[in-house]
Structure formats: structure tokens, C-alpha cells
């Protein structure tokens, strides 16, 4: 750990692991800027067995490597902060920017922009990994399967106050959760106080999933966050869940997304318990959500307004019924409901805080804070 990369340049190279190699090694690498290598095996930099700092540098257009043209990490604890990682990777990789298997990765501040790979173009974690990201864009990144983040194989993820933009899957049968992909048991997901906004899944005939796709999961607990102008060319907008034991959406918004079919919000197809409390849904295409097959959904404290269609589909019975008024005397269900415009300040622009004379406003539940 005490040797150091500092306001270098390393490009051009042609190796058959990796431009940097670090075995065992704390090495830190700051200032630089790593460019235009080839690798067969592992990118640009391979951290195994190695903690190293990675601070305040480019990481770009490097591609060929199988396992994350940018960063790959083997049984490692990097930190990765204020880099710019773009243009790395390539169609058949696993992990464009970042590979990230049997390792913690903690990733602050950076851009990871413009990446390529068939799953996991932005971030790839895998084998046990996980991800601690938070204050970073992640944005216009392309794969097939999980174009910004994916997560597979035992792999979990904390991700906060990020920002997951015009990430897109390419057309393909098997295309599926241009946002965030994750397909991994017994594992847990938080993600708070981010954003993902207009990306696009174009799948054939799969389950799609534009912003969140999740075919397999333990617990998977959404705050705080904005779901905006998400599509899907099939059947499933902005989350797609078909098999999670704890689905649990609170405080969330959920505006403008769009599928070709059936619901452009939350799509419901397999095993999973939903808990769905305090969010906002407007002017999604189609219905809110979809109830196709689920283990068990609750759904209370929520304002529902502006569906092309219906608010539902094959909803749980009383769900969309007005029945009774809720604290601040507006119409609701039998689970407080409601469905009304919730007054956002500047809808067609993008501002979705309330309005002071908002119905949502002590419209949620009463066990959480005002």
C-alpha cells in the first residue's frame, strides 16, 4: 500500500489479462487516466487480492476483455471514487465498466457512462459480490440483459442516491432489466433515494422490466426513490418481479412509464409478496399495476391517478373500491387509497414535489413520519 499511480497515463496496451495487474497488492491509482487497452481476460485494471483506492481518474474506451473491460475485481475491497468510467467493453463481455465477483465493491461519486457488454454493461456483480454505490450516475450504458446494473449468483447491493438514466437493453429474446437486473437468491437489495429515468428495455416476447427486473430475491426494499419514463416494448414497465420473497416500495414515485401491454408501473408474475405504502403513480401507459400471479400483495397509503386505461389489473379484492374517506376526508378504499391528481409543482417538467394544496399531503400512513 504504499505504492502509488499518480497523474499517469496508461493506453495502447495489448495483454492477454490485463494492462494493470495488482496480486496482493494495496496499490492506489490517482489522477490518471487508463485508455484504449486491450485485454483477452480482465480489462484494464485486475485487482486480485487487493484492496486498492482508485481516486479521481478516466477509465475509458478500453474493450476485448471477457470479465469487465473497465475494473475487475477478485476477491477484493476497492474503494473507486470521483473516476470516470466510459466507453469500456464490448458485446460478449460480462461486465463493461466494472466485474465485480467475490468482492466488496464501494463505488462513490463516479460516472459510469456509455458502457457496453451482453449483461452488466455499467456494473457486472457476481459469485457473492456486492456493491455499496452511492451519490453516482449511471447512465446510457447498453447490454443485453441488466444494461446499467446486474446482479447475479449470490451477489447483493446497497444503492443510494443515485442516478440510473437512459440505460437500455438491445432487442433480443432474452433482453431484460436495462436499469438494474437481478437474479440472485437469498439475497438482500436496498435502494434509496435514487432515480430511474428513461430507460428502455427492447425485448421480444420476454418479461422485460425497464427499470428494475427481478427474477430472483430475497428482499428487495425500495425508498424514496422516482421511477420516470421507463418503457418496455412488451409487457412490463418500470419493475418487473417474478420471484421475490420481499418486494417492499415505499415512498416511491412512479410517473410516465410505458409498456406495450398491460401496466406501465409494477408488474406482478411469480412468487412474490409485495408491500407497497406512501408512493405516488401518475399517467402510467395502461394500468398502475399489473396482479398477474403473486404469493401474497399489499398495497395501502397510496395515491393512484391519471392511468390510460384502468388503475389495475386483476387487482385483490377492495383495492380501487371507494368505500370510505381517509383522514383528510378525501374518497378512498378500504386499504387509504387514493385517487386523485396529487398536484405536483410542475408535472410536464419534471418537478414532482407536492403543491402545498396536494390531497397526498398526511395522506399516508399514520404510523410514518408527516
Known sequence: DSSHLTYCTISECNAALTAV???NSNLAINHCTIENNEATFYGAIFLDYSNSRINHCTIKDNGSAIYGSG???VNSTPEISYCNIIGNGHVNSSGGGIYCAVSTAYISNCNIIGNVAYRGAGIFVTTGGSLIISNSSISNNTAY??????????SSGTITNCILNADSTTNDNTAKGAGILISSSASDFTISNSTISNCFTNCAVSPGGSGIHIDDADSVLITGSTFDNNFCTWQEGAIYSANCANLVIDHCNFVKNKCTLFAGGITLNGST???LTNSIFRNQQD???LFGNY???SVSY???YG???VPFNLPPPGLGTLVQSNANGDSCDVFYNTYMDPLFVDFASGDYHLTENSPCIDAGDPASPY
Request: one cysteine or more; charged letters at 5%; glycine letters at 10%.
Open 273 to 275: 409478496n409485495l408491500s
Open 307 to 309: 392511468a390510460s386505461l
Open 71 to 73: 475494473i475487475n475485481m
Open 287 to 289: 394500468s398502475h399495476i
Open 21 to 23: 495487474y495488482c496480486n
Open 295 to 297: 404469493s401474497s400483495a
Open 145 to 154: 440483459q441488466g444494461a446499467g446494473i446486474a446482479f447475479l449468483d449470490g
Open 302 to 304: 397510496c395515491d393512484f
